[in-house]
């Protein structure tokens, strides 16, 4: 069982920058494919990006596209998001999940995804 922790998060201006963090516990991390998603006030859990195992892969929500970037490190067992111009609609809680057994590469659903961290607040104001 992985277990994930968030951090990272913070007050940023619209415009900057802010780099999350999920750090994993337990074995055979480098062996799942990980994602992350937020959810706004008021709003569904919805994704944000994901990445494979190896890191080879890795997809967007056109949301973000250009702007966010997912990356993971399997020798720390942490995954990152490096978010880029922010805008105050990306104001959200930030989780990060484990892609669950026999999903697609691609898949954006949250039911596809679990071990849950308890995630980490992002707000873009000025």
């Known amino acids: 069982q992985v277990q994930l922790v968030e951090s990272g998060g913070g007050l940023v201006q619209p415009g900057g920058s802010l780099t999350l963090s999920c750090a994993a516990s337990?074995?055979?991390?480098?062996?799942?494919?990980m994602g992350w998603f937020r959810q706004g006030p008021g709003k569904e859990r919805e994704f944000v990006a994901s990445?494979?195992?190896?890191?080879?892969?890795?997809y967007y929500a056109d949301s973000v596209k250009g702007r966010f970037t997912i990356s993971r490190d399997n020798v720390k067992n942490t995954v990152l998001l490096l978010m880029n111009s922010l805008k105050p609609e990306d104001t959200a809680i930030y989780y990060c999940?484990?892609?669950?057994?026999?999903?697609?590469?691609?898949?954006?659903?949250?039911?596809?995804?679990?071990?849950w961290g308890q995630g980490t607040q992002v707000t873009v104001s000025s």
């Open positions: 337990g074995r055979l991390f480098s062996s799942y494919a």
């Open positions: 999940a484990v892609r669950l057994g026999g999903r697609s590469d691609n898949t954006k659903s949250p039911a596809d995804f679990g071990s």
């Open positions: 990445i494979t195992w190896t890191g080879g892969n890795k």
